[in-house]
């Protein structure tokens, strides 16, 4: 299948300080990308959807202020954590779709993001 | 996108099949099931989809009812790797994926 890179796979913050996480589509045009966190022994929660030089859509309850998405290229979408504080660590999962509606999404590998 | 429901566990032992259900009785016509596992700690890994007609490939076999309310994953031949959450995910490709809550498959030695 498809490879989608996810980078870092782990990272530790202090509080206060912003985190870039990248997500990366390697072989293939990613129209469409999607950002989840999970929390331990949790399903994925969708954040936002991005679509490749447009504003991201986010979900309800997500601070669009808070968690910064870009996504400015076919191969690249970031997704920055801003003025993180320790409620935001997490298991951060991106996701690439391809277009067309018989494509089917790719996930990174996650990033677990610790905030101290 | 239409909602989906999956028991929370299951357990199968190794080297049976593993037949995963999941409800998805409100879905329409444009939307695709796409099932996906994740193992501890990583991304979930794509294992099949299909939008009316049982499709297999190397990984498992998918069955949608005729009236594409429900699907079952199956996983032929079990093996401990197996052991993962399995979700269903109902998309028209126009939308987002919502993930469920899943099934927590268990393959037993």
């Known amino acids: 299948g498809a490879v989608v890179s996810q980078h870092p796979s782990r990272v530790i913050c202090k509080s206060g300080t912003s985190v870039k996480i990248e997500c990366r589509s390697l072989d293939f045009q990613a129209t469409t990308m999607f950002w989840y966190r999970q929390f331990p022994k949790q399903s994925l929660m969708l954040m936002a959807t991005?679509?490749?030089?447009?504003?991201?859509?986010?979900e309800q309850g997500v601070e669009k202020d808070k968690f910064l998405i870009n996504h400015a290229s076919l191969t690249l979408s970031t997704l920055t954590v801003t003025s993180a504080h320790p409620e935001d660590s997490s298991f951060y999962i991106c996701s690439a779709k391809g277009p067309g509606r018989n494509t089917e999404a790719f996930f990174g590998q996650g990033t677990r993001l610790t905030v101290v | 996108d239409a909602k989906t429901t999956q028991p929370t566990s299951m357990d199968c032992a190794e080297g049976r099949a593993a037949n995963l259900p999941c409800n998805h009785s409100?879905?329409?016509?444009?939307?695709?099931v796409y099932w996906y596992r994740q193992i501890h700690s990583q991304g979930p890994q794509y294992i099949i989809h299909g939008l009316k007609n049982n499709e297999t490939n190397e990984m498992a076999s998918l069955i949608i009812t005729e009236d594409r309310k429900s699907s079952t994953l199956i996983l032929p031949h079990a093996t401990l790797r197996d052991t993962a959450v399995y979700y269903c995910?109902?998309?028209?490709?126009?939308?987002?994926?919502?993930f469920g809550t899943g099934t927590r498959l268990k393959v037993l030695a």
């Open positions: 991005s679509n490749e030089g447009s504003k991201a859509t986010y």
């Open positions: 409100t879905i329409s016509g444009n939307e695709y």
């Open positions: 995910i109902a998309f028209s490709g126009t939308y987002k994926y919502i």
